[in-house]
């Protein structure tokens, strides 16, 4: 019976959407797949008056027995931070305590209901994902947004980011939108166009209570191209006498004009206090009716309620017949008109409870320039800065320099306005207000944070060649203004070089390094950072012999309490750098994991993005593979989220060691194209090394040899670079160049005679064995297996035995060469090295031991996805799915739907068994 009903209605409200049936189907499609528990999104997408509207209605009318949730965008209100979000979560709210914390507080900071510092605008995506989910979690849901064209950025990205991921939910997330914006590109659209003529013909004939003239009729049928809006409203206010000639239709407009026109018409025949009392709903966003008639009061028009005709209707919200009547009004006001209803809005707005819209109300009143109003603008931005609204922010700067006399106020507030864009990602407007500020008369810390500005938005729109040389300027001139703020800018500026690596052109490590060795100091005490800059600056300025001390006792601070969440976040990574360089694998492991504990917990995904990649490579050298993959997807996760620039580090070094010829030469091809176009070196320096891993692997040791020399001799400062020079050693030797063998490794030892560190001495000594002869050469292997079994660097380990093996076998100790061989092939199969694995069972065969090829993806685990696969690493670490959810933007139902896909895969029915489903995960952590 509901059924039928339901069926009636959809019937009823397709047949009034006269001509229609097409579009109706496809949301009947939309809906029919929300209440059989998928997530489907649509942009209906048209120009104005077409319908969109209607079909939206249309669409929350056949589901009516979905949970519906809406907003509406409003153009004046497009320049508040969130302000389309706050309307759409305010139902949702008391569902907060149902969300991870992390969410939770990034969603309370940004509609102001608790303090706290600007979250990660992925952050507030991921709880607004959350909260809808959770909406949905009992009764499939609607969510439709209307006029998505006016929608405020922050919401826009926020609603962008939740459609993308709408996985297993039972959610359907419709948009009504003019055009699409940026943040809502790439998604479903469905495009409505005007009316069939004989349907054109039929609707306006409802419009229209006389007979038209035939060519009149046709006319305008032609003009409107069926545009429903255009069809209904042009003819109203014209008499028959002027639609019977035409003399009431104007060329030469395009037809939203012509439909403003129509609702012109109508409003210019009122009294001048309606009309006023009109332009006073048009340019008061909210639709609130209290505050519409406050500011009538405040003009004297309060009268005028009782005559405005159809055009506005006062009920729970002040409501226009058409969004096209709003514009129509305010766009044909003139300047004088807009900003007596503005004061008006401003005097009647709370500046308690809402100062920001009293701030930009006064703004709009301003008839030049305010400094008053400009410093209200100012406690605008900042408030919606500490919200995350960077845009926002950077919209409140903007208006505030418009209304700035003084050319040194005006210059400081362009340069805030530019920080705020670039934080929003807005870098056409942060170019523009850097020039803005650089027009004014700029003191020298002025100008120094005008390059530090550009210098950022060339590291964040590509983390490339222009970066470094802005950085270590804007450093230099600090020097003499703030001693602590140019120490972290030369910080910052090592991080931009190192990404550079040798694409940075003039400037680059060595030219930062020697720079920033001269740099005076803060009179405070000096911090982890600061001991962190000098060893990395030694490390070019004066040789590893003097570096490696400060990089170890850096490396070692970062990765304790001592050093703030804030200085982890910011330069944990190149902490791993000081510490890999050091060959301290163990401060290397615990600082990875700190910085991406901590970029979690802050929901700072930027960091993340790189903090992933650096954990990847760390446990993938461990041999801990599945933990790789797990963070190989998150780092996708976080770089499609964001849309990062950072290259795939940690997924270059798991395929090398993987050993997947496939996987790995295309990935290795494609990050050398990338780095090289974007002038990320260092990048295309791990690809290098990464592709000499896999080669001799494969043992193809005279192309290895070829791709080991390039990543060595790239920068040979580099911790890179000491990596690459033990493959280049073994692929010398097994290519019969010993004196090129001899030689890498004298420039490894040097790299590794500075420290006690097993990793580097173990990896110097299997280099040693390689390049020796009789004893002096098992000596070495003995002692590079001694010292490697100390570590956690299992890969390293199989490789030493297998070298020696490969050393007995060629001595003809046979038996002893089984036990080595035997010892590699069994890690390296446990380990899921497969090209190792299989190098070492050809030695074995060639020993005369017969032996069977096994792998480790013949586990059950191989048979999971990568997403599935991090899931499930993670549901058996004891994660639950809101946790995991939160880890790799998905909803908690999501998880829960490919969890059920997980546990048929691998024929088990509970959480409990994961840990026996995934042996071999079990086996890289032992």
């Known amino acids: 019976m509901a059924d039928r009903d339901g069926f009636r209605e959809r019937t009823a409200a397709r047949t009034r959407l006269l001509g229609r049936r097409s579009e109706c189907a496809v949301l009947d499609a939309l809906l029919a797949a929300v209440r059989g528990g998928a997530s489907r999104v649509l942009v209906v997408r048209g120009e104005a008056g077409v319908g969109k509207s209607a079909l939206l209605d249309y669409a929350t009318e056949s589901g009516s027995e979905l949970r519906t949730l809406r907003a509406v965008g409003v153009e004046s209100e497009m320049e508040l931070a969130f302000a389309a979000l706050h309307q759409l979560c305010v139902p949702l709210l008391d569902r907060m305590d149902k969300i991870p914390e ?42 439709v947004v209307d006029d998505a064209q006016w929608l405020d950025t922050a919401t826009a990205q926020t609603l962008g980011f939740v459609a993308r991921r709408l996985g297993a939910d039972a959610v359907g997330l419709l948009f009504g939108a003019r055009e699409v914006g940026i943040e809502l590109k790439g998604l479903p659209e469905l495009e409505v166009g005007g009316l069939l003529d004989d349907e054109a013909r039929a609707l306006l004939g409802s419009a229209v209570e006389f007979l038209l003239d035939e060519p009149i009729r046709e006319r305008l049928v032609a003009e409107t191209r069926g545009n429903p809006l255009a069809l209904l409203e042009l003819p109203r206010g014209l008499t028959a006498t002027q639609l019977a000639g035409g003399f009431g239709l104007h060329g ?104 920001d819209r009293r701030a930009w109300h006064l703004a709009a009143a301003a008839d030049g320039p305010d400094e008053e109003v400009a410093v209200e603008l100012e406690r605008s931005a900042d408030r919606a800065q500490a919200r995350g609204g960077f845009a926002a922010a950077a919209a409140f700067w903007q208006r505030a320099v418009s209304l700035t006399d003084d050319p040194a106020r005006r210059s400081g507030r362009a340069l805030a306005g530019a920080h705020a864009s670039l934080q929003a990602g807005a870098f056409r407007t942060a170019w523009s207000l850097l020039a803005t500020a650089e027009a004014g008369p700029l003191d020298d810390l002025g100008h120094a944070q005008v390059d530090l500005l550009r210098a950022e938005a060339a590291f964040a729109q590509q983390r490339g060649r222009e970066a470094p040389g802005l950085l270590l300027r804007a450093a230099q001139t600090f020097e003499s203004l703030d001693a602590r703020l140019a120490r972290d800018t030369y910080l910052d500026a090592w991080s931009a070089a190192l990404f550079a690596g040798r694409l940075g052109g003039t400037v680059g490590l060595r030219e930062v390094s020697l720079a920033a060795t001269t740099a005076p100091r803060p009179d405070a005490a000096p911090r982890s950072s600061d001991v962190l800059l000098d060893g990395l600056a030694l490390v070019f300025a004066e040789g590893r012999d003097a570096a490696v001390p400060l990089l170890k006792q850096a490396a070692t601070a970062f990765g304790g309490p001592e050093v703030t969440a804030e200085e982890v976040l910011r330069w944990g990574w190149l902490a791993t750098a000081a510490a890999a360089t050091a060959w301290d694998f163990e401060s290397c492991l615990t600082t990875a994991t700190r910085q991406v504990e901590t970029a979690r917990g802050a929901g700072a995904l930027a960091v993340l993005a790189v903090g992933v990649n650096v954990l990847g490579q760390v446990v993938a050298m461990a041999g801990d593979f599945a933990e790789a993959v797990a963070l190989r997807a998150e780092a996708d996760a976080v770089r499609e989220a964001t849309g990062t620039h950072v290259l795939q580090y940690g997924a270059l070094v798991l395929s090398a060691l993987r050993g997947r010829p496939d996987e790995a030469f295309g990935l290795i091809e494609d990050t050398i194209a990338r780095a090289t176009a974007e002038g990320q070196g260092t990048a295309a320096q791990y690809a290098r090394w990464t592709k000499s ?157 017969t032996i069977r090829r096994r792998t480790a993806s013949s586990s059950a685990g191989e048979v999971l996805t990568p997403q599935e696969r991090q899931i499930a690493v993670l549901v058996r670490d004891g994660l639950s799915n809101p946790e995991v959810g939160a880890r790799l933007f998905l909803s908690p139902r999501t998880v829960e739907w490919h969890l059920r896909k997980i546990f048929d895969k691998l024929s088990i029915s509970s959480r409990r068994q994961l840990r026996d489903a995934l042996p071999e995960a079990e086996a890289a952590r032992s």
């Open 252 to 355: 030469g407009q395009a037809l939203s004009g012509r439909i403003e026109q129509s609702f012109l018409r109508q409003a210019d025949a009122l009294p001048a206090p309606t009309r006023q009392l009109l332009l006073v709903a048009a340019a008061e966003p909210v639709g609130d009716p209290v505050l519409v008639r406050r500011a009538a009061d405040q003009l004297g028009i309060a009268a005028a309620f009782a005559e405005i005709d159809g055009l506005l209707s006062l009920g729970q919200r002040v409501t226009f017949r058409h969004p096209l009547v709003r514009s129509a009004l305010y766009g044909s006001a003139s300047a004088a008109e807009r900003r007596a209803v503005h004061l008006a809005l401003a005097e009647a707005t709370d500046s308690t409870s809402d100062p």
């Open 102 to 143: 992390p969410q939770r507080r990034a969603l309370a900071t940004v509609f102001g209901l608790a303090p706290g510092p600007a979250p990660d605008r992925f952050m507030v995506g991921l709880a607004v994902l959350s909260l809808i989910s959770d909406f949905a979690e009992k009764e499939p849901a609607l969510v």
């Open 693 to 849: 891993v896999i080669l001799n692997a494969l043992g193809r040791h005279d192309e290895a040899l070829l791709w080991a020399t390039l990543a060595a001799d790239d920068t040979p400062e580099l911790f890179v670079s000491s990596w690459a020079l033990s493959e280049q050693v073994e692929a010398a030797v097994r290519s019969g160049r010993h004196r090129e063998a001899t030689a890498a490794w004298a420039r490894l030892r040097e790299t590794t005679a500075v420290t006690d560190e097993r990793w580097g001495l173990g990896l110097e000594a299997r280099a040693r064995a390689l390049v020796q002869r009789d004893a002096d050469a098992e000596c070495a292997y003995r002692e590079a297996i001694e010292l490697l079994t100390g570590t956690r660097l299992r890969p390293d380990l199989a490789r030493a035995h297998l070298l020696y093996g490969e050393w007995l076998r060629r001595e003809s100790r046979r038996r002893d060469a089984r036990t080595q061989l035997r010892t590699a092939y069994d890690v390296f199969t446990s380990i899921g090295m497969e090209a190792f694995a299989e190098r070492a069972r050809r030695e074995l065969q060639a020993t005369g031991e």
